[in-house]
């Protein structure tokens, strides 16, 4: 697995979680990366992103509650998670953005449930 993504778990709702998506720097260096999400019976889908550069870019459902950062010594991406809801319940995984499937992973099951 080329981008191994952990942190996951069960929390209730308002609960916080941090996510963090270790890889290599072949693949993580001077390079656009996300974290998407895949919800039961739903699509895959973009959560947030980030460039080189720091800048940020996140989908409406979380904007407010969710922080991507990046290390770039450490070839490691990281989702700060507060004030989770039910809705937010899916396995997350970390890749380039745009996405490449070579890179999809295992992912990390994050439950938000009282």
């Known amino acids: 697995v080329q981008l191994q993504a952990s942190g996951g778990g069960l929390v209730q709702p308002g609960g916080s979680l941090r996510l963090t998506c270790t890889t290599s720097r072949n693949i993580f260096s001077r390079r656009h990366m996300g974290w998407y999400r895949q919800a039961p019976g739903r699509e895959r889908e973009l959560v947030a992103r980030?460039?080189?550069?720091?800048?940020?870019v996140y989908d409406e459902s979380v904007k407010g509650r969710f922080t991507i950062s990046r290390d770039d010594y450490k070839n490691t991406l990281y989702l700060q998670m507060d004030n989770l809801k039910p809705e937010d319940t899916a396995v997350y995984y970390c890749n380039r953005w745009p996405s490449r499937g070579e890179y999809w992973g295992q992912g990390t099951l994050v439950t938000v449930s009282s």
């Open positions: 980030i460039n080189m550069n720091d800048d940020t």
